[in-house]
T-cell receptor
Framework: EAQVTQNPRYLITVTGKKLTVTCSQNMNHEYMSWYRQDPGLGLRQIYYSMNVEVTDKGDVPEGYKVSRKEKRNFPLILESPSPNQTSLYFC????????????FGPGTRLLVL | GQQVMQIPQYQHVQEGEDFTTYCNSSTTLSNIQWYKQRPGGHPVFLIQLVKSGEVKKQKRLTFQFGEAKKNSSLHITATQTTDVGTYFCAGPYGNKLVFGAGTILRVKS
């Protein structure tokens, strides 16, 4: 089954404790991205990747890192989480570019205390 | 920067009433996409509009792309409780995809 998976689905952590949210897709998509969703603000793109080893900042990249060592995986790293990073995070992928249909993962709800 | 404005933010309708959400871009778009997110779920692609003035229908949903390719709308005829959720538009700006803030639709039966 074609899908985007994320782990963990829920996470409670404390300020400053490094964490990684994994994202994996099995559709051989080149384009992958991370979004955060906050009430009233919609989905805001954090980082995106056009292909392996090619990543770039989205609209809200501060406090986040990503890597794309393999085509299928695109982990989101919070080196020192802060309470303002409490949010719902979605990973998404598409075949080649941002202008194509995005397939979203199930989401990761993060609470930073 | 690039902006996609979407209104209204929230709409509560009686079942059977119509619903419309509007999307405006600060710049001309190559295409516009619409997504639906059910409560507790993730965004799911509905449709993509590419041509100026394009109109597409999916059962009770009608999507329009403006002549200038800067605005779009989604109209639902005779809403049902299954239409509940948040509807997002999204436009590509270079390699980024920018989403509107979404319109939350609640349907009262």
């Amino acid at each position: 089954e074609a899908q985007v998976t994320q782990n963990p689905r829920y996470l409670i952590t404390v300020t400053g404790k490094k964490l990684t949210v994994t994202c994996s897709q099995n559709m051989n998509h080149e384009y992958m991205s991370w979004y955060r969703q906050d009430p009233g603000l919609g989905l805001r793109q954090i980082y995106y990747s056009m292909n392996v080893e090619v990543t770039d900042k989205g609209d809200v990249p501060e406090g986040y890192k990503v890597s794309r060592k393999e085509k299928r995986n695109f982990p989101l790293i919070l080196e020192s989480p802060s309470p303002n990073q409490t949010s719902l995070y979605f990973c998404a992928s598409s075949l080649t570019v941002s202008a194509e249909t995005q397939y979203f993962g199930p989401g990761t709800r993060l609470l930073v205390l | 920067g690039q902006q996609v404005m979407q209104i209204p933010q929230y709409q509560h309708v009686q079942e059977g009433e119509d619903f419309t959400t509007y999307c405006n871009s600060s710049t001309t778009l190559s295409n516009i996409q619409w997504y639906k997110q059910r409560p507790g779920g993730h965004p799911v692609f509905l449709i993509q509009l590419v041509k100026s003035g394009e109109v597409k229908k999916q059962k009770r949903l009608t999507f329009q792309f403006g002549e200038a390719k800067k605005n779009s709308s989604l109209h639902i005829t005779a809403t049902q409780t299954t239409d509940v959720g948040t509807y997002f538009c999204a436009g590509p700006y270079g390699n980024k995809l920018v989403f509107g803030a979404g319109t939350i639709l609640r349907v009262k039966s």
